[in-house]
T-cell receptor, first 112, second 114 residues
Framework: DAGVIQSPRHEVTEMGQEVTLRCKPI?????LFWYRQTMMRGLELLIY????????DSGMPEDRFSAKMPNASFSTLKIQPSEPRDSAVYFC??????????FGSGTRLTVV | AQSVTQLGSHVSVSEGALVLLRCNYS??????LFWYVQYPNQGLQLLLK??????LVKGINGFEAEFKKSETSFHLTKPSAHMSDAAEYFC????????????FGKGTHLIIQP
């Protein structure tokens, strides 16, 4: 199994631009989580899905952030418009039954 | 609400010495507790997890952790540090075994001195 695959690995964009981060979970996993990691705030849960349905998005910082999971093998996290304070490493993780998380390698986002 | 406190943002030990990384948690229900390791520019890898089956939990790479309810602690230990243990370590808590997401501590950077 290739694990959780995130793309791109690095993204540099200008303030105000739309950014889309992508995640392919492990096949058969029914939970998908998006986390954000910053030096100041550490690892924060943004949103999670169960069977492609968003369950809790209370961690999404602002309306500029949105996430979708159109099918069991793909999820996106979109920021529109992006701001410098959105610069962080964004991780996707998947699990079966909510246990035994597997994390992706992350997307390092820099907004200039 | 759940929370995790990791004492010491940086811990330095000599190669071959005991590693002790501290974690205290707050939870309104019996918790599920986890330790993860993160190497530079990589994702998080599970070291071990406590799910109430046994208070002493053994994980990968020679690490273990002991759940102490009276102290609300879940400290991570390894008898003999190796240079390859240098990394960032995160303690995390969940009320539902992870099905509702994990609440992470701020992390402890482990430095191994030769």
């Amino acid at each position: 199994d290739a694990g959780v695959i995130q793309s791109p690995r690095h993204e540099v964009t200008e303030m105000g631009q739309e950014v889309t981060l992508r995640c392919k979970p492990i096949s058969g996993h029914d939970y998908l989580f998006w986390y954000r990691q910053t030096m100041m705030r550490g690892l924060e849960l943004l949103i999670y899905f169960n069977n492609n349905v968003p369950i809790d998005d209370s961690g999404m910082p602002e309306d500029r952030f949105s996430a979708k999971m159109p099918n069991a093998s793909f999820s996106t996290l979109k920021i529109q418009p992006s701001e410098p304070r959105d610069s962080a490493v964004y991780f996707c993780a998947s699990s079966l039954g909510g246990r035994g998380y597997t994390f992706g390698s992350g997307t390092r986002l820099t907004v200039v | 609400a759940q929370s995790v406190t990791q004492l010491g943002s940086h811990v330095s030990v000599s190669e071959g010495a005991l590693v002790l990384l501290r974690c205290n948690y707050s939870s309104s229900v019996p918790p599920y507790l986890f330790w993860y390791v993160q190497y530079p520019n990589q994702g998080l890898q599970l070291l071990l997890k406590y799910t109430s089956a046994a208070t002493l939990v053994k994980g990968i790479n020679g690490f273990e952790a002991e759940f102490k309810k009276s102290e609300t602690s879940f400290h991570l230990t390894k008898p003999s540090a190796h240079m390859s243990d240098a990394a960032e370590y995160f303690c995390a808590v969940s009320d539902r075994g992870g099905a509702d997401g994990l609440t992470f501590g701020k992390g402890t950077h482990l430095i191994i001195q030769p």
